[in-house]
């Protein structure tokens, strides 16, 4: 059985990253993540951090939970990127390591996301975050 699970994080407001494109120049970017997981659900997304590394790529990190009683195997989070105008502008994907989150256990994950099918990160508004396992 496959299983699925949107998440929306309105915990995670605003969060502020500053890409730097040369080592003069800096540019502020900043943009929501959510999740519309419940507090007291089986899977959670306790917290997610977002930063943009040395060469420009994009990261969001954080750690899924397993409050269930049963594992929950190849855990993908999928991230949808979103402009200002709610289009989507593009989609990435990871597993958590490890890829199954036993109950009572909490594996990371580090979405990295870079220029991929012509997005920016400039261009990122917000980004909903989907939890998919079997």
Same mark, same amino acid.
């Given at each position: 059985m496959?299983?699925?699970?949107? =998440?929306?994080?309105?915990?995670? $407001? =605003? =969060? @502020?990253?500053? =890409? $730097?494109i040369s080592n003069l120049t800096q540019f502020a970017m900043a943009f929501s993540v959510f999740t519309d997981n419940p507090t007291n659900g089986t899977i959670n997304l306790p917290s997610v951090s977002v930063s943009v590394d040395s060469i420009g790529a994009g990261h969001i990190v954080g750690e899924v @939970?397993?409050?269930? #009683?049963?594992? $929950? @195997?190849?855990?993908?989070?999928?991230? #949808?990127?979103?402009n200002s105008q709610n289009l989507v502008i593009g989609t990435d994907n990871t597993f958590t390591n490890p890829s199954t989150v036993s109950p009572g256990q909490a594996n990371p994950f580090d979405l990295i996301f870079a220029y991929n099918d012509g997005m920016t990160i400039s261009q990122i508004d917000h980004v909903k975050l989907h939890l998919d396992w079997r």
């Open positions: 496959k299983y699925k699970i949107i =998440l929306i994080v309105p915990a995670m $407001a =605003l =969060l @502020t990253m500053i =890409l $730097a @939970t397993n409050r269930g #009683t049963q594992p $929950a @195997t190849f855990m993908e989070i999928i991230a #949808t990127f979103y």
